[in-house]
């Protein structure tokens, strides 16, 4: 047997190594002997094994619908954008790019688009997640750099945690945090987001901030740093310029404006002030608002202030969101910057990058940023695009229009792993990747730790790797300079070329990795930048100062917070983000069956009063309507909301839910400093969808209903669906018969025109094929157990009961999807006397894998607990 491959983990920007499973649907473990998460996992990386069956691959080019050779594709890409260029300039072509490709296929990108075709039109979906940070790391310090460490967030003894949940996003970074916690209970962890979450569970406190009050209470805290005498004065007076009028601007701040109490803010002032070692994290509660460099900025102000920044257990620490988003501004990713944090507008920096690669033109000013780049699809000055690695006509903000815009454009171009994306479904080429296991390069985590993908699995079909894919369009365009015979090859040109940045007094250097062969790169550890020729790599940035503003010194920023407006006709805060085992569009967690248990259907979080004063019960659906679309969703009735707040999650997509996607809904209003859209601040209205019939339906068959709501996720045996409608079927068999996809076999209805009721089975060579259960209200019905009779050879009219006997108890909805444990089983098992997440874990073997789920047996103990102490 060969050795196991080491690589990391294709999904958040932690960066965990993982040892890839040996054979054919095997498991994945963790790598014990990674930096970022010696040995630890989360649900997603757990399941990643799960996710390598070609089911839904694209496996070779397309065009226009039909299957073509690589000849036909290539030449017709290249052919069509060189025209473009050619007839309406090279602003004309757009490339949308990603943080989930690897270093290397970045790189070439960004040397075509900018070096080559001469346009600076490439942008990535890092616009969407990180361009808030970026420019605010630029306006503080002079450079794009996150100083810290994962360690210091081990090691503080106050941790605040802005806009991040990290308990779903970040898990085992989150794990690292819970683990020191637990052996220093002295730390301090405070979590700053309007709504409560698996994170906030874990705080000391919980501040339920006023949406975008973050600016509000940062600069409150400033000009309490100063009132009570904790300004370093020595830091600040050798390394800070612009001190004075960012504490103006904070005194004529508005504390109110957080909208939490004066006990509350003390509270906060005391930690953070009280303690020399804070972390203060931030991740899209910060970066996606329309004020979110402010906000970043905001809290830099605070570190630099008082000199934690760059030592042991202290800084400032924007923590990334996807594997690559740290690779992809160092290569120059967004349309506003140049590789190796060179800047687009200094001549020099361009001049010096045109000489090293030695390219006939290169890009003169900033491009288009990524609504504006859509926006300049659907006016027609976009006339051919590509899009790789992502899918905004599900991601970016306005989604309906996005996807109208890219149909629009006269050429459309996506390379993808995925066959069905809803943005394919609007390109005429479409260009099979290799994916996750089959390609090969580098990323860098969020603590600037650079970690080797490598390939364990063969190429499917006529999959490329994105690099050789972009070299050839290159070579095919008549461009010389792409003639790579591997990533390695890229890798060593990129890491040469930071020797430019290093010469500009830059602190991107990879230098110490510019003469790797082959062999040294297959074999290269992790390792954090910078990397010098000689000299220890890695470390922290500015403890003594040394930032990149030309004085080499950084800069406080006035901040003044937003006005908050009222709006009578969209009264609702429509705020979004992440599921803990779903991953953006759902292209690869929503092909497993574990991870699609954890939540299997979109839904909006409403406050309970809210809810009552809009006529909405739990579990009814409701219509989030904003002036630009509408999502039709579950209602999930919680105070974790805020009184005026929604929140939704991002994933749902048209192969999933088509009415329950979030994006149409959202406003496509930017940040005007970093042109990041405000993803969590649109403006919405809430009414109930008044369905005539609500069903639930299990199949042996991928179902695609097209009904008023409908959602499907994959479950152990097949598929499983939410619907509902506005008509009652008068044929209920029939009805079902179209929902579950099946024709034939025998069907047993059990109907109740009286109450509405009606339950269909379908029962095949003597199993269960399809079960179909529809009311007139939500249907009560145990989900995970129908779920689990798919395939059996129950009898249908014990499968139409709808619960489980007591001779298979019903373990309801999973909560840990590494055991599949369910919450019914979690509940018995404390009210049999478990107390702890480790005695639940002794009992039911929930949260003693990956741990991912430790935050929910927690919150579960506690609602127990609470039970116990009212009763
Ligand atoms: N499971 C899972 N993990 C992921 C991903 C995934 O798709 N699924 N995606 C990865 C990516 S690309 C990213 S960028 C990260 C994102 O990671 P996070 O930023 O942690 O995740 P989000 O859920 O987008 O948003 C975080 C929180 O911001 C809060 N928030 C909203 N408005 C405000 C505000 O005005 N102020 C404050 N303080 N908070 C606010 C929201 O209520 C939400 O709980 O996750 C990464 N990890
Ligand atoms: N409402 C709302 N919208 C959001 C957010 C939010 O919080 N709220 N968050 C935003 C953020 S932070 C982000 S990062 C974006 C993410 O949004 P997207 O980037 O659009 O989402 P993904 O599903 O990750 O898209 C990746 C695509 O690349 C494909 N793919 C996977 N591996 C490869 C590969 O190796 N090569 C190629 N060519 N393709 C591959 C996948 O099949 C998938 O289609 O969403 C943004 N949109
Ligand atoms: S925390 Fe989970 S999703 Fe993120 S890199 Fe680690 S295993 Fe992957
Ligand atoms: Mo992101």
Redesign the pocket.
């Given at each position: 047997m060969t050795a196991p491959t080491c690589t990391t983990c294709?999904y958040c920007g932690v960066g965990c190594g993982v040892i890839a499973p040996q054979a054919a649907g095997g498991a994945v473990a963790g790598d014990p002997a990674h930096p970022a998460n010696f040995g630890r996992l989360c649900s997603k990386g757990s399941a990643l094994g799960e996710t390598l069956d070609l089911e839904g691959r694209l496996l070779a080019p397309q065009i226009a619908g039909r299957d073509a050779s690589w000849e036909e594709a290539l030449d017709l890409v290249a052919g069509k954008f060189a025209q473009a260029v050619a007839d309406h300039g090279p602003d004309s072509v757009a490339l949308y790019v990603?943080?989930?490709?690897l270093t290397e296929d970045y790189y070439v990108a960004n040397k075509l688009m900018k070096g080559y075709i001469g346009s600076a039109n490439i942008d990535t979906?890092?616009r969407?997640?990180m361009a808030s940070s970026v420019a605010g790391h630029k306006r503080a310090f002079g450079t794009d750099t996150v100083p810290g460490t994962y360690e210091d967030l081990e090691e503080a003894d106050v941790l605040v945690l802005v806009g991040s949940n990290l308990a779903w996003c970040h898990p085992v970074l989150f794990q690292r945090v819970a683990a020191a916690k637990a052996a220093r209970p002295q730390m301090k962890v405070i979590n700053v987001d309007p709504r409560r979450t698996a994170t906030s569970d874990l705080a000391d406190l919980h501040l339920a901030i006023r949406p975008d009050g973050d600016a509000a209470l940062f600069n409150g805290l400033l000009a309490e740093i100063a009132d009570r005498g904790a300004v370093n004065a020595a830091y600040v007076s050798a390394h800070v310029n612009g001190f004075d009028t960012a504490l103006a601007a904070a005194r004529a701040s508005d504390p109110r404006d957080t909208g939490l109490t004066a006990d509350e803010l003390a509270a906060f002032h005391d930690l953070w002030i009280g303690s020399e070692k804070v972390v203060t994290v931030y991740s899209?509660g910060v970066n996606?608002s329309a004020c979110g460099t402010d906000k970043v900025n905001a809290i830099l102000n605070c570190h630099l202030a008082t000199g934690r920044i760059g030592r042991p257990g202290m800084g400032p620490f924007s923590v990334t969101?996807?594997p690559n988003a740290m690779g992809g501004r160092e290569v120059g990713g967004l349309a506003n910057m140049l590789a190796n944090h060179l800047d687009i507008e200094n001549e020099a920096h361009r001049a010096a990058l045109q000489g090293f690669w030695n390219s006939p033109t290169m890009a003169a000013k900033p491009g288009l940023k990524a609504v504006d780049l859509f926006r300049a699809c659907a006016d027609g000055r976009i006339k051919a695009l590509w899009v790789?690695?992502?899918?905004?006509a599900?991601?970016?903000?306005e989604a309906e229009a996005v996807a109208e815009a890219i149909r629009s454009v006269p050429f459309t171009v996506a390379?993808?792993?995925?066959a069905a994306?809803d943005?394919n479904a609007c390109c005429d080429v479409l260009l099979p990747?290799?994916?996750?296991g089959e390609?090969s390069g580098t990323v860098t985590n969020s603590e600037r730790r650079i970690s080797r993908q490598r390939p364990f699995l063969p190429a499917p079909g006529a999959a490329r790797p994105?690099w050789a894919i972009l070299c050839d369009v290159a070579g095919r365009m008549g461009f010389e300079g792409f003639d790579y015979a591997d990533e390695s090859e890229i890798f060593a040109e990129y890491a040469a070329s930071t020797a430019l940045a290093r010469d500009f007094g830059k602190d991107l250097d990879l230098t110490g990795l510019a003469g790797l062969s082959k062999a040294e790169y297959d074999a290269l550890a992790p390792v954090q930048w910078p990397v010098p020729e000689t000299g220890a790599p890695g470390g922290r940035f500015f403890a003594q100062g040394g930032f990149f503003h030309p004085d080499g010194k950084a800069r406080m920023l006035p901040i003044t917070p937003p006005a908050h407006g009222e709006d009578t006709h969209y009264p609702f805060r429509l705020n979004?983000?992440?599921i803990r085992d779903q991953?953006?569009?759902?292209?690869?967690t929503g092909k497993t069956a574990r991870l699609s248990s954890h939540l299997a259907e979109p839904f909006a979080e409403i406050h309970p009063e809210d809810a009552i004063a809009h006529g909405i019960h739990d579990a009814d659906l409701v219509d989030v309507t904003s002036p630009t679309g509408t999502a039709r969703v579950r209602a999930l009735l919680t105070t974790r909301v805020q009184r005026g707040a929604i929140f939704?999650p991002?994933h749902w997509t048209a192969s999933f839910s088509a009415p329950g996607k979030?994006?149409p809904a959202?406003a496509g209003v930017t940040d005007p400093v970093s042109g990041q859209p405000a993803?969590?601040g649109s403006r919405a209205r809430i009414s109930r969808f008044a369905a005539a019939w609500y069903g639930f339906a299990v199949s042996v068959n991928r179902m695609q209903p097209d009904r008023p709501y409908w959602a499907v996720a994959r479950c152990a045996g097949g598929w499983r669906a939410e619907v509902a409608g506005l008509k009652t079927p008068a044929d209920w068999e029939a009805e079902a018969r179209r929902l579950l996809g099946l024709s034939g076999g025998t069907a047993t209805l059990l109907e109740d025109p009286a109450t509405g009721t009606a339950r269909v089975a379908i029962e095949e060579n003597g199993r269960i094929a399809g079960l179909f259960f529809a009311a007139r209200q939500p249907v009560a019905v145990a989900r995970s157990h129908a779920a689990r009779l798919l395939g059996s050879e129950t009898s249908p009219l014990k499968a139409l009961a709808g619960r489980a006997g007591s001779d298979r108890p019903d373990p309801g909805a999973t909560v840990c999807s590494c055991f599949e444990v369910g919450i019914n089983t979690l509940k018995l098992a404390i009210q049999d006397g478990a107390t702890t997440v480790a005695s639940l874990g002794e009992r039911t073997c929930a949260g003693t894998n990956c741990g991912s789920c430790k935050p929910e047996l927690q919150a579960l103990i506690d609602a127990g607990l609470q039970k116990v102490a009212a009763e």
């Open positions: 294709p990603s943080g989930q490709l979906n890092s969407l997640c899209q996606q969101g996807q790789i690695s992502t899918n905004p599900v991601s970016l903000p390379s993808d792993i995925t994306t943005t990747a290799t994916g996750w390609k994105d979004t983000g992440r991953w953006h569009t759902m292209t690869r939704l991002m979030a994006n959202v993803l969590k």
